[in-house]
């Protein structure tokens, strides 16, 4: 059986610098950040290069994103949410503390009945989480 990967990718409408250097302060891992010519060459983007794709990887997550195309708008908002699961308490507990920084959150981390703690926020880049920490007794 082959195996498939569903992996978010997001327009960040021009601030996909930003976002991605923030998710990567969030989450750890490595991030690679590419624009390309008018060509459609790709190569690593420069500090004031349009992002065409960025791409990182922490712990076996994956998030894409791009500035977008100015012809094409895009806006970030409630029809996607990025869900984050797992069982250290410890770790989870300070990602969902880190993403809520400059945004809101809607439900903090609560138990329940099923035992799991789920709690959900908006980031400061309008990108809606929800953090799921399971077992947790």
Not at 35 to 60: C, F, H, I, S, W
Not at 103 to 131: I, N, R, Y
Request: aromatic share 8%; charged share 20%.
């Amino acid at each position: 059986m082959s195996r498939m990967q569903l992996v978010p990718f997001i327009n960040f409408q021009g601030r996909a610098r930003d976002a991605m250097q923030f998710y990567q302060h969030v989450l750890g891992g490595t991030l690679e950040l590419h624009t390309a010519n008018e060509k459609g060459e790709r190569r690593p983007a420069g500090t004031g290069d349009r992002v065409t794709d960025a791409q990182l990887d922490a712990d076996g997550l994956r998030i894409v994103a791009t500035d977008g195309h100015p012809s094409y708008p895009a806006t970030v908002g409630d029809h996607m949410a990025l869900s984050l699961s797992g069982t250290d308490k410890a770790r989870l507990t300070k990602i969902f503390s880190n993403l809520a920084e400059g945004g809101k959150v809607q439900m903090p981390l609560t138990k329940l009945a099923w035992g799991a703690e789920v709690g959900w926020l908006k980031d400061k880049f309008g990108v809606s989480w929800t953090v799921s920490i399971d077992g947790t007794g």
